[in-house]
């Protein structure tokens, strides 16, 4: 459904007319014709099973669950909805296959098999696109750039690590942990796949992975890449179910290494789940980003920058830079430009190609953002919609930008997880260092000026994982990625996420 607010909160209005963004008097309306991407590139089937010991099997109990397309409340497909006994059975599966097979293989061997995944998902590319499209809500546009070519790349990359562990780690031997649990989130269904399951393979481990429950279908064609790739048997196995099952998995006895990806709130049921055990554990949890321009940055280019960082994936992006922090004396020139710039953004069917935010994932997400928008307006804050007809089908919500925004607000304290963006103000660089940091959480953050210098100074004393310069939401392989405080820790991405599945020997 779409959303229906009260009158605090501002209505759509008639016509999707945008704008050159002239100024006042001097707006040439136009319109973009509907680019709908093809739905028949994807082979729905009507039930998928689980994946384990390279099969697909159904789950023990026979039940099943519904996978939804968040733009249209439609049914995709039923799923099978694993047990205890499904998880046991994965982890044994995967078990053997480390120790018979995937684990007794060279590692230039183990290379060709990530390769050979790599050349899938991009000869692929375009069906994986529009089903995390279709699964997941994102805009095709964002699908097709962004997460398909992310998730070959890292395979890809680890692939050149798999026979060069030796340089990774001089002067030690590095062995694989064995069997990894990995569960991932909702947001990046297939990259969030690919950032776990590629350091994991090509350090020598197998791995039972776990997808969210609303978004289980990329994960399970993944399964057939690995099925085409001829994977050995077990090394993946794929087993969606709710939220227990994922912590049935962390806590079995036969898993060595714990991978999670999602809220702060499940990170600490996973930490506890771990506790007085010996294995291995990453958590990359919520986070509250600090995005910070001076007065001296190229504001056009800030404002590309904003957007791309808040309403990226819907705002959906546990690193989005939910809260803008504006020097005072350029902030009523910057507000303006970003109105401006927001007038012209599309909301409305994931697989058009000029959507530029879609549907967000779920009812329960639309209802949380809801009800934290409502929490901005009841608080004081002044709140922003641009005009849009939002489709009478689907989980869309407005582009929201919050002003006169307290850090006592929740919407300047919680994740909202939507496409919110809560502006503070500040006049020196100390102030901005103080609100920026003034959160429990640590993963990201964003700096904007035309000083070197400035960049570095601030760098140094934010309290965040990743710190972009002049830029925002930017991922590369090769460039690790994690946070400190409630954000987690560990890293994934570069060398780095290496670590997290390799214990290290002496030689």
Same mark, same amino acid.
């Given at each position: 459904?779409?959303?229906?607010?009260?009158? +605090?909160?501002?209505?759509?209005?008639?016509?999707?007319?945008?704008?050159?963004?002239?100024?006042?008097?001097?707006?040439?309306?136009?319109?973009?014709?509907?680019?709908?991407?093809?739905?028949?590139?994807?082979?729905?089937?009507?039930?998928?099973?689980?994946?384990?010991?390279?099969?697909?099997?159904?789950?023990?109990?026979?039940?099943?669950?519904?996978?939804?397309?968040?733009?249209?409340?439609?049914?995709?497909?039923?799923?099978?909805?694993?047990?205890?006994?499904?998880?046991?059975?994965?982890?044994?599966?995967?078990?053997?296959?480390?120790?018979?097979?995937?684990?007794?293989?060279?590692?230039?061997?183990?290379?060709?098999?990530?390769?050979?995944?790599?050349?899938?998902?991009?000869?692929?590319?375009?069906?994986?696109?529009?089903?995390?499209?279709?699964?997941?809500?994102?805009?095709?546009?964002?699908?097709?750039?962004? &997460?398909?070519?992310?998730?070959?790349?890292?395979?890809?990359?680890?692939?050149?690590?798999? &026979?060069?562990?030796?340089?990774?780690?001089?002067?030690?031997?590095?062995?694989?942990?064995?069997?990894?649990?990995?569960i991932i989130p909702w947001n990046f269904p297939l990259l969030m796949l690919a950032w776990k399951?590629?350091?994991?393979?090509?350090?020598?481990?197998?791995?039972?992975?776990?997808?969210?429950?609303?978004?289980?279908?990329?994960?399970?064609?993944?399964?057939?890449?690995?099925?085409?790739?001829?994977?050995?048997?077990?090394?993946?196995?794929?087993?969606?179910?709710?939220?227990?099952?994922?912590?049935?998995?962390?806590?079995?006895?036969?898993?060595?290494?714990?991978?999670?990806?999602?809220?702060?709130?499940?990170?600490?049921?996973?930490?506890?789940?771990?506790?007085?055990?010996?294995?291995?554990?990453?958590?990359?949890?919520?986070?509250k980003a600090a995005n910070i321009v001076f007065d001296d940055a190229p504001l056009d280019q800030?404002?590309?920058?904003?957007?791309?960082?808040?309403?990226?994936?819907?705002?959906?992006?546990?690193?989005?830079? +939910?809260?803008?922090?504006?020097?005072?004396?350029?902030?009523?020139?910057?507000?303006?430009?970003?109105?401006?710039?927001?007038?012209?953004?599309?909301?409305?069917?994931?697989?058009?190609?000029?959507?530029?935010?879609?549907?967000?994932? +779920?009812?329960?997400?639309?209802?949380?953002?809801?009800?934290?928008?409502?929490?901005?307006?009841?608080?004081?804050?002044?709140?922003?919609?641009?005009?849009?007809?939002?489709?009478?089908?689907?989980?869309?919500?407005?582009?929201?930008?919050?002003?006169?925004?307290?850090?006592?607000?929740?919407?300047?304290?919680?994740?909202?997880?939507?496409?919110?963006?809560?502006?503070?103000?500040?006049?020196?660089?100390?102030?901005?260092?103080?609100?920026?940091?003034?959160?429990?959480?640590?993963?990201?953050?964003?700096?904007?000026?035309?000083?070197? +210098?400035?960049?570095?100074?601030?760098?140094?004393?934010?309290?965040?994982?990743?710190?972009?310069?002049?830029?925002?939401?930017?991922?590369?392989?090769?460039?690790?990625?994690?946070?400190?405080?409630?954000?987690?820790?560990?890293?994934?991405?570069?060398?780095?996420?290496?670590?997290?599945?390799?214990?290290?020997?002496?030689?």
């Amino acid at each position: 459904m779409a959303t229906r607010t009260d009158a +605090s909160i501002a209505p759509a209005t008639n016509g999707t007319a945008s704008s050159w963004g002239l100024g006042d008097g001097q707006a040439i309306p136009w319109e973009y014709a509907p680019a709908p991407e093809a739905r028949d590139i994807v082979h729905l089937k009507e039930r998928y099973g689980l994946f384990i010991n390279g099969r697909e099997v159904p789950s023990a109990d026979g039940r099943t669950f519904t996978s939804i397309d968040p733009s249209t409340e439609l049914p995709l497909a039923e799923v099978s909805r694993a047990t205890t006994a499904d998880v046991d059975k994965a982890v044994h599966a995967a078990r053997r296959a480390q120790r018979r097979a995937w684990g007794q293989l060279a590692g230039k061997e183990r290379a060709k098999y990530l390769f050979r995944i790599s050349r899938i998902l991009q000869e692929r590319s375009r069906e994986f696109a529009v089903l995390e499209s279709m699964d997941s809500g994102k805009p095709i546009k964002e699908s097709r750039d962004v &997460d398909v070519p992310l998730a070959a790349s890292h395979f890809w990359y680890y692939a050149g690590w798999a &026979d060069k562990l030796d340089y990774a780690f001089p002067g030690r031997v590095a062995r694989p942990l064995g069997v990894a649990a990995q569960i991932i989130p909702w947001n990046f269904p297939l990259l969030m796949l690919a950032w776990k399951i590629a350091p994991a393979l090509a350090a020598g481990n197998t791995v039972v992975l776990k997808p969210a429950s609303t978004t289980p279908l990329s994960a399970l064609l993944f399964s057939d890449v690995c099925v085409q790739a001829d994977l050995p048997p077990g090394t993946v196995n794929i087993i969606p179910g709710p939220g227990e099952i994922g912590m049935d998995l962390v806590t079995h006895p036969g898993v060595d290494k714990v991978a999670f990806t999602g809220s702060t709130e499940i990170g600490r049921k996973i930490f506890r789940g771990v506790a007085g055990t010996d294995k291995a554990l990453t958590l990359e949890l919520g986070g509250k980003a600090a995005n910070i321009v001076f007065d001296d940055a190229p504001l056009d280019q800030a404002v590309e920058g904003i957007v791309n960082g808040i309403y990226f994936n819907q705002g959906e992006v546990c690193c989005a830079g +939910s809260r803008l922090l504006v020097q005072e004396s350029i902030a009523e020139t910057l507000i303006d430009k970003l109105k401006d710039r927001l007038s012209t953004i599309r909301v409305g069917d994931p697989l058009d190609k000029n959507t530029d935010v879609g549907a967000i994932n +779920s009812k329960s997400q639309l209802e949380k953002i809801t009800e934290l928008v409502q929490s901005g307006v009841d608080e004081g804050a002044e709140l922003y919609q641009p005009a849009c007809d939002l489709p009478e089908r689907g989980y869309f919500f407005r582009p929201t930008l919050f002003t006169n925004v307290a850090q006592s607000h929740r919407i300047a304290r919680e994740e909202i997880f939507g496409p919110v963006l809560s502006v503070l103000t500040f006049r020196t660089p100390d102030e901005a260092v103080e609100k920026a940091n003034n959160t429990p959480y640590g993963l990201s953050a964003g700096v904007w000026t035309d000083k070197g +210098s400035r960049i570095l100074e601030m760098v140094s004393r934010m309290k965040a994982g990743v710190v972009w310069a002049n830029t925002f939401n930017r991922f590369d392989p090769a460039s690790p990625f994690g946070g400190y405080k409630e954000s987690g820790f560990g890293r994934e991405g570069g060398m780095h996420g290496l670590h997290a599945y390799v214990r290290l020997e002496d030689r």
